[in-house]
């Protein structure tokens, strides 16, 4: 089985601009979440997506969206970048047969 | 609000040392607790996972332990090697958060030859 894939790896960014992240879970998989993580603050909880409904929201500003498609595929996007919004951008999926949940390897956003 | 510690922060040892990670949390009503291990730059590799009935998983070298009654959970990491050095974190789902995974700051380790 593929594992969870996010696109792109790598993405800069100037500030004020906007950005579209993508993230694919495993086949089968219905729950999507993101997180942050930055050398500040750590990984931090940004939304739970599951079968195209958000049910869960981390406390990001409104700048902070996502949405889920019927295919399970995710995607967050950010809105008048700042230069705090520097950071790794992890996706999770969780199937629901496991409690494991399963991450990709990240989308390491530069905003200049 | 569940709030997650891992001490140390970070830790260096030598080859074949056996070690042990800590994670302490303040709310005990858990789903389940994750342990996974992140290479600089990269995402995180799911290590083990302990669901909330259970006191302990092992797998290969590596032992998760978890007492809910305390608030702590360690990873016991036996005959340590150079390819462990990663930085470990802990993670708890909770009863009412749905997926959503709170995570400890990270413990750093290196291990060296």
Request: hydrophobic letters at 30%; one cysteine or more; glycine letters at 10%.
């Amino acid at each position: 089985k593929a594992g969870v894939t996010q696109t792109p790896r790598y993405l800069i960014k100037t500030r004020g601009q906007q950005v579209t992240l993508s993230c694919s879970p495993i086949s089968g998989h219905r729950s999507v979440s993101w997180y942050q993580q930055t050398p500040g603050q750590g990984l931090q909880f940004l939304f739970e997506y599951f079968s195209e409904t958000q049910r869960n929201k981390g406390n990001f500003p409104g700048r902070f969206s996502g949405r889920q498609f019927s295919n399970s595929r995710s995607e967050m996007n950010v809105s008048t970048l700042e230069l705090g919004d520097s950071a790794l951008y992890l996706c999770a999926s969780k199937g629901t047969d496991s409690y494991e949940q399963y991450f990709g390897p990240g989308t390491r956003l530069t905003v200049t | 609000k569940q709030e997650v510690t891992q001490i140390p922060a970070a830790l260096s040892v030598p080859e074949g040392e056996n070690l042990v990670l800590n994670c302490s949390f303040t709310d005990s009503a858990i789903y389940n607790l994750q342990w996974f291990r992140q290479d600089p730059g990269k995402g995180l590799t799911s290590l083990l996972l302990i669901q909330s009935s259970q006191r302990e998983q092992t797998s290969g070298r590596l032992n998760a332990s978890l007492d809910k009654s305390s608030g702590r959970s360690t990873l016991y990491i036996a005959a340590s090697q150079p390819g462990d050095s990663a930085t470990y974190l802990c993670a708890l789902e909770g009863w009412d958060a749905g997926n959503m995974l709170t995570f400890g700051g990270g413990t750093r380790l290196m291990v060296k030859p």
